[in-house]
């Protein structure tokens, strides 16, 4: 793969992409719900993967692309290169807040991940990640990460998970939330994971994400040595929705035997 050529396209198509979601905030957006009456999707949000499928298709016609929005092709197996696009990962905030959301893109290559873009679009910036080549906020590299005590680690947590609700018994992070020093939710999945490659969150973890929230973001941590995985301790499926947990390392395994073993 020509990662050096693909991630400069890559950059200058999520720009730019950007720069249209902004213009549309002057419009009036069409809304629909998908499974759900919070589940939403607008009609930026599908012009977005569109605009990406168009010009990966252009330019890269045998890539296969995988986006939530179904304007893709359909996977059942990662051969070759394929982009797994989250056109707006955020759309609540996108709708309510014009702000905090984020364009996500992973590029696997058989099923190895090779570069991965977080951007958020109002801060106008930029996480990107070159396998083997390191991560980097706005051009900066960001540093390896180090473990942290849990007694001193803000974790991201959206509080649906410490209440009463279908996956999780609300007294197992509860335990957790309880001992950490602080907890946040910011309501873009992608957003939380680039926060914890950059080392603004110590972990992040909630109970179910699809292959393009956290596509991009495992590239990211893996370059900065953050540990992924699901929150039984086991490995991602790219292709599926999993329950996750990224974190620092050592704060991972610190959490995982005191809060999740046997309980999940
Ligand atoms: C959602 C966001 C949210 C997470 C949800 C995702 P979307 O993505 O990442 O933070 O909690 O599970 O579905 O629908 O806004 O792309
Ligand atoms: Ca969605
Ligand atoms: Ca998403
Ligand atoms: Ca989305």
């Known amino acids: 793969m020509k990662e050096n ?19 549309s905030f002057q419009t009036t957006l069409s809304i629909e719900t998908k499974t759900n009456a919070n589940d939403l999707v607008t009609n930026i949000d599908k012009d977005t993967e569109k605009f990406f499928i168009a010009k990966i298709k252009e330019k890269y016609p045998k890539h296969r692309v995988l986006g939530e929005e179904g304007n893709g092709d359909r996977l059942e197996e990662l051969k070759g290169i394929v982009w797994i696009i989250d056109p707006i990962d955020g759309t609540m905030n996108f709708i309510h807040q014009h702000r905090n959301f984020a364009i996500s893109i992973g590029i696997y290559e058989d099923g190895v991940g090779k570069i991965g873009l977080i951007y958020d679009v109002v801060q106008d910036e930029l996480y990107y990640a070159l396998k083997g080549k390191g991560a980097f906020f706005n051009g900066v590299p960001l540093p390896k990460l180090t473990s942290v005590n849990i007694s001193e680690a803000i974790i991201g947590l959206n509080a649906t998970w410490v209440t009463p609700n279908r996956r999780i018994d609300p007294s197992i992070l509860g335990a957790l939330v309880r001992d950490v020093r602080g907890t946040r939710s910011y309501g873009s999945a992608a957003i939380e994971i680039a926060q914890v490659a950059a080392g603004r969150l110590d972990a992040y973890m909630t109970l179910r994400l699809s292959p393009w929230d956290f596509a991009a973001g495992l590239i990211l ?12 301790g086991e490995p991602i499926q790219l292709l599926e929705q999993n329950t996750i947990f990224i974190s620092r390392p050592g704060l991972h395994e610190q959490i995982l035997k005191n809060y999740l073993y046997g309980k999940i």
Not at 14 to 20: L, Q
């Open 221 to 232: 941590i893996e370059e900065v040595g953050g540990v992924a995985s699901t929150l039984k």
């Open 5 to 23: 050529e693909i991630l400069t396209n890559a950059t200058t198509w999520i720009k730019e992409a950007g720069e249209r979601i902004v213009q």
